[in-house]
């Protein structure tokens, strides 16, 4: 009987012991940067080693893109091991999830039961949880279908999800739309077979949008959630980290308006939620003017930017390497300083960068290597441009770089050179777009637009005759009255002047405007110009 008693005591620790490792679950991370091997699964299989089919979850992160073959590797361990858990919100450069790249391949892959228990499809993978690249702008056709997936959040950047990404995926019963923009029902289409009374989450305000609408009428329910969007209004004094303040929201607010006082650790605190994290849009109009000079957040992606209204200033590598959508720049800006755009590329509207009127002086390397601008607007208060401040783009002979750049000027700004003991002396006398290259200079394919009775002017400087074509036109004044801004409008009942943004008038004053195609027009009322988008 005791020896009964013995054996029986040794199988219920025996059972306990196997219960508590089942539960435990192996998290594991990986880095994959520069140095890291080109095969991504000879990669995974060297950081985790025998756990390679063991790991529940996987953090990856990333300071280069992934390369090719990175989603079979981990399909392969969602199949033949136990991965049922990405995170891959630290892999900053990933925009795409590829076509079928987590649709199964193998009959009964692991897991082989569904999640209550009952035999599961027979081409249903493991993978239940995958946390999405935040800079994510497309998934592919059928990328995650008939995956095991229980709940997903879709990025705010995502504007395209492919034919049957997310067809049969019947364990699928919470799906989140991060940001206030609303989606149309095309993306809605490529949810079907979910389960009954699965939950669409979307912001506070939009459910509208999707309530009622035969592409999103796979989800039982549309939830109008404030996870899904998150606001944040602060006005700071400098006593206490912007981080400490935001706390359990750190990394999960999407747009934030911020007045008083920064710090240099509260700048690096919002470009690493632009980066890492949710925040797309940033108000800074109300930023006290001692802290601009610590402004910071390149290499950030932001929908919209409002810039402060009372600094005098734009900082050296403000926005260098960063994406914005929509920029607003106050007419407070005296100068705009070293590399503070440097490799900007943002998606302006018709990729149009207006500098407002007030600016003076714009510093060597300002606009350097700016792929995305293809148009520019200088100000008639301009009256100093540096060595490359305007170098938009490297070029060649055979790649020509065309930009069309309004200077609202009746004389060029000055070419003034401050590189003496910094750079060699070759490179100091460049001149404001960059150095020519044999007989081609930088500027060589692009347009100058000027005010009438200007072109002389550019045509006798140096530096400013070697553009395709120089051409006046009466968008621009030479004054503060010229070029201003961009507003929207669905169309106006009469107008004095409307030009396109080359300067061919299309429009005599008086007439209608409804019958123009959608578009970026100049509008001149009341002796003012402005930009104007609208149309049908």
């Keep these: 009987m005791k020896k009964k008693i013995t054996l029986m005591l040794l199988l219920s620790a025996l059972m306990t012991a196997t219960a508590t490792a089942q539960e435990t679950k192996l998290v594991k991370g990986i880095h994959y940067g520069i140095g890291s091997d080109n095969n991504f699964r000879t990669e995974l299989k060297r950081v985790l080693g025998d756990d390679l089919y063991r790991v529940d979850s996987l953090v990856i992160s990333a300071d280069v893109h992934l390369p090719y073959g990175w989603t079979s590797a981990l399909l392969d361990c969602c199949e033949n091991g136990r991965l049922t858990g990405i995170d891959m919100s630290q892999c900053r450069y990933e925009t795409e999830i590829p076509s079928a790249a987590f649709l199964p391949t193998m009959v009964n892959g692991a897991p082989r039961k569904s999640a209550d228990g009952g035999n599961g499809s027979l081409y249903m993978n493991g993978l239940r949880y995958i946390t999405l690249p935040v800079n994510l702008e497309k998934i592919g056709n059928l990328a995650f279908s008939s995956c095991g997936l229980q709940a997903i959040a879709i990025p705010y950047w995502v504007k395209e999800i492919g034919s049957g990404a997310f067809h049969n995926c019947n364990n699928l019963k919470n799906v989140v739309l991060y940001g206030d923009k609303p989606h149309d029902e095309t993306m809605g289409w490529q949810f079907s077979g979910l389960p009954h009374g699965a939950v669409l989450h979307v912001a506070p305000g939009c459910g509208r949008h999707y309530r009622g609408k035969d592409g999103w009428a796979s989800f039982g329910e549309v939830r109008e959630d404030d996870t899904a969007f998150k606001t944040m209004t602060l006005e700071l004094d400098g006593s206490k980290p912007l981080k400490d303040i935001m706390g359990s929201d750190y990394m999960c607010v999407d747009s934030m308006k911020i007045s008083g006082v920064l710090n240099a650790g509260d700048f690096e605190t919002l470009r690493h939620n632009a980066i890492y994290g949710r925040l797309y849009s940033i108000d800074f109009s109300g930023l006290d003017v001692d802290a601009s000079k610590r402004m910071f957040i390149s290499s950030s992606k932001l929908d919209y930017l409002i810039m402060p209204k009372t600094v005098r200033e734009i900082p050296g590598s403000f926005l260098a390497k960063s994406s914005v ?146 051409v006046e036109t009466p968008l621009l004044t030479g004054t503060s009255a010229g070029i201003i801004g961009t507003t929207v409008a669905a169309g106006q009942a009469g107008t004095d002047e409307i030009y396109t943004v080359d300067g061919r008038r299309i429009e005599a004053k008086g007439t209608a405007t409804g019958n123009l195609p959608r578009g970026l027009y100049i509008v001149k009322q009341n002796g003012q110009a402005r930009k104007v988008l609208m149309g049908r």
Aim: proline share 8%; net charge negative.
């Design 325 to 470: 959508r929509h920029l607003v720049m106050p007419e407070s800006y005296e100068k705009i300083c070293h590399t503070a755009f440097r490799f900007f590329k943002g998606t302006l509207p018709d990729s149009m960068f207006v500098i407002p009127e007030g600016c003076r002086r714009i510093d060597t390397e300002a606009f350097g290597l700016c792929g995305a601008v293809r148009s520019m607007v200088l100000p008639s208060t301009l009256d100093v441009l540096e060595p490359w401040s305007l170098g938009f783009n490297y070029w060649s002979p055979e790649t020509d770089l065309a930009v069309d750049l309004y200077v609202n000027r009746m004389t060029p700004p000055v070419f003034v050179s401050e590189m003496s003991g910094t750079y060699d002396d070759y490179y100091a006398e460049e001149g404001p777009f960059g150095a020519p290259m044999f007989d081609y200079w930088p500027m060589h394919a692009s347009r100058l637009f000027v005010p009438v009775g200007a072109k002389k002017n550019y045509e006798n400087a140096e530096y400013w005759n070697h553009f395709l074509e120089i």
